[in-house]
């Protein structure tokens, strides 16, 4: 019988302050021997966080955690479409169980939320050559001792961190040691039996299941009512029409209007 392929996370560069710890990583992951699988760098403050759909990730200092995750299976391309499911999942997972009076849910492909407002936002970048996955990059932002009304008034409103959801403090390295453990088990778990082995679970945390809701995707919006994600990582959309459309990138919005 294969072995299971198993993978821990460790931070091996922690830097007080960096621009992106996303690009940082990709620079560093150039070099194989240097950068291994697991190999984690943090950074207490960012200058130039990037976001995903190219917007960009500010957090005052040490209100949260700000870091990066290098991972490099051994698959095509194509099957890495589901890993920025897979690194929501455990992150969700992860806090779950330090905020039990309130529910994580995961809001297709990848933020995290609670009570409807943004606890966590990932980007997760791909390096690739031809049929050849080089690498995989998990950048997460984390809202851990945040108070949402120290940021920008348009965002102030849409955000959350575990204390403003619980009224407790965290301490983010303790937070940083059991999202790491949970990404290293979701990960192996998903090499190991595939994305649809981990759905049924994810499923139980989805935001948008049952809500009407529109998707920007680059080539225009599309509406309908969401009903859960496929085995491909698709966000699944039953239209008014009766059909059901499969979007595979973009951002979903519930509709305030449905509500
Ligand atoms: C989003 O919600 O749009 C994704 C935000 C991802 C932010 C994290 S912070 C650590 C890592 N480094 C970056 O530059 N971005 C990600």
Not at 20 to 39: C, H, V
Not at 91 to 115: C, F, G, Y
Not at 168 to 189: G, K, N, Q, W
Not at 223 to 243: E, H, N, Q, V
Request: hydrophobic share 40%.
């Amino acid at each position: 019988m294969p072995l299971s392929p198993s993978v821990s996370c460790r931070v091996m560069r922690h830097l007080a302050v960096t621009g992106s710890t996303n690009a940082d990583l990709a620079k560093l992951a150039l070099s194989e021997s240097e950068t291994p699988e697991g190999f984690v760098l943090l950074a207490d403050r960012q200058t130039a966080g990037k976001g995903r759909q190219g917007r960009s990730w500010t957090a005052p200092p040490d209100s949260g955690l700000t870091f990066s995750v290098l991972f490099r299976p051994a698959i095509p391309p194509l099957q890495a479409a589901t890993f920025p499911l897979v690194v929501g999942f455990a992150v969700a997972e992860a806090v779950q169980p330090l905020v039990p009076e309130a529910k994580v849910a995961l809001k297709w492909p990848n933020d995290l939320q609670i009570n409807g407002k943004k606890l966590c936002g990932i980007l997760c970048e791909m390096r690739a050559d031809g049929d050849k996955v080089r690498h995989l990059i998990a950048g997460i932002g984390l809202n851990v001792n945040l108070d949402p009304e120290t940021l920008p008034p348009e965002t102030a409103s849409i955000a959350t961190s575990l204390r403003a959801a619980t009224g407790r403090s965290f301490d983010r390295m303790e937070v940083l040691t059991c999202i790491l453990s949970s990404l290293a088990a979701a990960y192996t778990r998903w090499l190991s039996n595939g994305f649809a082995d981990l759905l049924p679970d994810l499923l139980k945390r989805d935001a948008l299941l049952g809500k009407r809701i529109t998707v920007d995707r680059g080539t225009g919006p599309v509406s309908g009512t969401a009903t859960g994600i496929a085995p491909d990582g698709a966000l699944l959309l039953a239209r008014d029409d009766g059909t059901v459309e499969s979007v595979y990138s973009g951002d979903a919005h519930i509709r305030r209007d449905a509500i």
